[in-house]
């Protein structure tokens, strides 16, 4: 195909679409693109929701999850709930080139990034504790708990289960600012791909937790004789519903960039119709698509396009 290389990525990131094209334009390899478009928005802690100093959880912390997979040999690396490194996509590569393993997470994912030479540092910014302490102050709410009741003599927490279950609670607010992952697609004129993602998560999520940004088939899938798709939105309900790995086994099938990235959003709403959400996904000829499901306060997704026709990134939407 013509137009590659391609990179795309969710949201419009556009310096970490022109930091993945500059890595392809120097002779780098996808996996470089991938991993030096998500550093970018590391770096520059895109929209609050990349890198370092933003979506502190309910102790007030930054924890980070990123992915990296390689479409021509399916290997991947993940670290999920990451602490005090800031490059958590770099830490992701480390996994995957000098492991035998996937996913590391948590403190043990944090000592691992040390000895491999990653700078620990303090994640939380001025940002983040402002952010935490206005939580704190007003509106403590169990965001992310369900079915749970504050101590009566403390702003926040502990959380206790409810004696009677409560019918259908969902105390859970869709903030689409506390959302917004970058999910990155590469594609090179020899038809080398990789995806990956890198994210801190939610605002107040509960220590500890996990999003779909590091499990594989969730917040990234590629493969190399078939195509990528990233995600981006309401993790927790997402990954349980695999849309990466679904669009791209649907591209296989024959599946045009666009209705995979729309089946595989319908997918999810079936059972929860206003989840918020966005699929981006790419085929071997280097077509892409996007789809999101429409809610209050989303009008548009945006993602970020390059490829031979523009090497300068295009918004799209
Ligand atoms: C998460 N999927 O941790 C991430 C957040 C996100 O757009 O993508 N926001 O659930």
């Known amino acids: 195909h013509?137009?590659?290389?391609?990179?795309?990525?969710?949201?419009?990131?556009k310096n970490a679409t022109a930091a993945a094209w500059n890595a392809l334009q120097s002779g780098g390899s996808v996996l470089d693109a991938v991993e030096k478009g998500c550093a970018r928005c590391e770096m520059e802690q895109c929209d609050g929701?990349?890198?370092?100093?933003?979506?502190p959880d309910e102790?007030?912390?930054?924890?980070l999850d990123a992915m990296i997979m390689n479409g021509d040999t399916m290997e991947v690396g993940a670290v999920?709930?990451?602490?005090?490194?800031?490059?958590?996509?770099?830490?992701?590569?480390?996994?995957?080139?000098h492991t035998e393993h996937t996913l590391l997470v948590g403190e043990s994912a944090s000592v691992f990034a040390e000895?491999?030479?990653?700078v620990a540092e303090d994640l939380t910014t001025n940002n983040s504790v402002n952010i935490f302490s206005q939580w704190l102050k007003g509106n403590c709410q169990p965001n992310y708990r369900k079915n749970v009741f504050p101590d009566p003599s403390k702003s926040c927490g502990p959380y206790k289960p409810r004696a009677t279950v409560r019918q259908n609670t969902r105390a859970h607010l869709v903030n689409t600012h506390s959302h917004d992952t970058i999910g990155m697609i590469v594609l090179d004129q020899h038809g080398h791909l990789a995806a990956g993602t890198s994210t801190n998560g939610?605002?107040?999520k509960i220590h500890g937790r996990v999003g779909d940004s590091p499990m594989v088939g969730a917040g990234a899938y590629a493969d190399s004789s078939a195509g990528a798709a990233s995600a981006t939105g309401d993790g927790d309900i997402m990954m349980r519903f695999l849309p990466s790995y679904l669009a791209v086994e649907l591209m296989r099938a024959g599946a045009d960039p666009?209705?995979?990235?729309?089946?595989?959003?319908?997918?999810?709403?079936r059972h929860y119709s206003d989840f918020f959400g966005a699929i981006i996904c790419a085929n071997t000829t280097g077509h892409?698509?996007?789809?999101?499901?429409?809610v209050p306060g989303l009008s548009q997704f945006h993602f970020m396009v390059s490829n031979s026709e523009s090497d300068i990134p295009l918004l799209k939407s």
Not at 59 to 63: A, D, F, N
Not at 115 to 118: C, L, S, Y
């Open 2 to 13: 013509t137009s590659l290389p391609l990179v795309i990525n969710t949201w419009p990131f």
């Open 258 to 269: 666009s209705a995979a990235c729309k089946t595989a959003i319908s997918r999810i709403k």
């Open 115 to 118: 000895n491999m030479g990653f």
């Open 59 to 63: 102790t007030g912390e930054t924890t």
């Open 80 to 97: 999920a709930d990451l602490r005090r490194i800031k490059n958590a996509i770099g830490v992701a590569r480390a996994v995957m080139e």
């Open 288 to 294: 892409y698509g996007a789809a999101c499901n429409k």
């Open 202 to 204: 939610l605002t107040h």
């Open 49 to 55: 929701s990349v890198g370092y100093g933003g979506s």
